[in-house]
């Protein structure tokens, strides 16, 4: 038979662990800050819009990172649009460019797409 005291430490370790959750979904919202930064025809400042925004729902640092460079990509253009996403994501730096210019380069865009939104 298991002692009474093991199974109050073991009820107490468990309802700890389910606070914790709810306090680091708290603390991701105020640790975002980001800079966006949007070019609708691709050619530099004149056009461009920024946007500061401090929830990205969904998203995580690593869908920042850029394609890997021993990566295939499908040779197609999506577009002349091009973005910039700097600041913190999660409390993690970010610094990410965005275009369309190839199958890789629009499958990030995408994945990111509700975020560049705000920006134009």
Known sequence: ??????????????LAGCGA???GSAR?????QLTVRLDPDGKGPA???????RDAA?????DFEPVPDDVACTEQFGG????TVSGTL??????????????????????VSALLAEAG
């Open 28 to 32: 991701s919202t105020t640790s975002t």
């Open 80 to 83: 002349p649009e091009t973005a």
């Open 47 to 53: 056009k461009a819009k920024e946007a500061r925004v």
């Open 58 to 62: 969904g998203l995580r640092p690593a």
């Open 90 to 111: 999660n409390g993690r730096d970010v610094d990410a460019r965005f275009a369309r210019n190839n199958g890789c380069e629009i499958a990030r865009w995408e994945k």
């Open 21 to 23: 959750e709810q306090d």
């Open 1 to 14: 038979m298991v002692p009474r005291t093991l199974v109050c430490c073991l009820a107490l370790l468990a």
